[in-house]
Nanobody, 122 residues
Framework: QVRLVESGGGSVQPGGSLRLSCKASGYVGSITYFGWFRQAPQKGREAVALTSDLGGHVWHATSVEGRFTISVHSADDTVYLQMTMLKPEDTAMYFC???????????????WGQGTQVTVSS
């Protein structure tokens, strides 16, 4: 079993920055890929960024490319999402996910954190 715990969410003004963290524990050796997903009220869960377990393969959604950066610190099994130039439309619950497929489909991820809220508002 793999446990994921997110932290770092909060409320910021447009143009601000936040860094989300996702600490993985348990049988992390079974995981090949990590992802950050987000879900706004009354919307589906969408992929924001993906990374391989060692960070050699990454992907960012077009909507966040150039503003968000996913990274992984394999030594302590922590995945980060650095978010800059935040916009009101980035407001959502952000979830960390882990699995064995490089996929933007949430159903391909087998382990999920509890989520951390990001609110961008003036």
């Amino acid at each position: 079993q793999v446990r994921l715990v997110e932290s770092g969410g909060g409320s910021v003004q447009p143009g601000g920055s936040l860094r989300l963290s996702c600490k993985a524990s348990g049988y992390v050796g079974s995981i090949t890929y990590f992802g950050w997903f987000r879900q706004a009220p009354q919307k589906g869960r969408e992929a924001v960024a993906l990374t391989s377990d060692l960070g050699g393969h990454v992907w960012h959604a077009t909507s966040v490319e150039g503003r968000f950066t996913i990274s992984v610190h394999s030594a302590d099994d922590t995945v980060y999402l650095q978010m800059t130039m935040l916009k009101p439309e980035d407001t959502a619950m952000y979830f960390c996910a882990a699995g064995r497929r490089f996929s933007i489909n949430p159903e391909d991820f087998t382990h999920w954190g509890q989520g951390t809220q990001v609110t961008v508002s003036s």
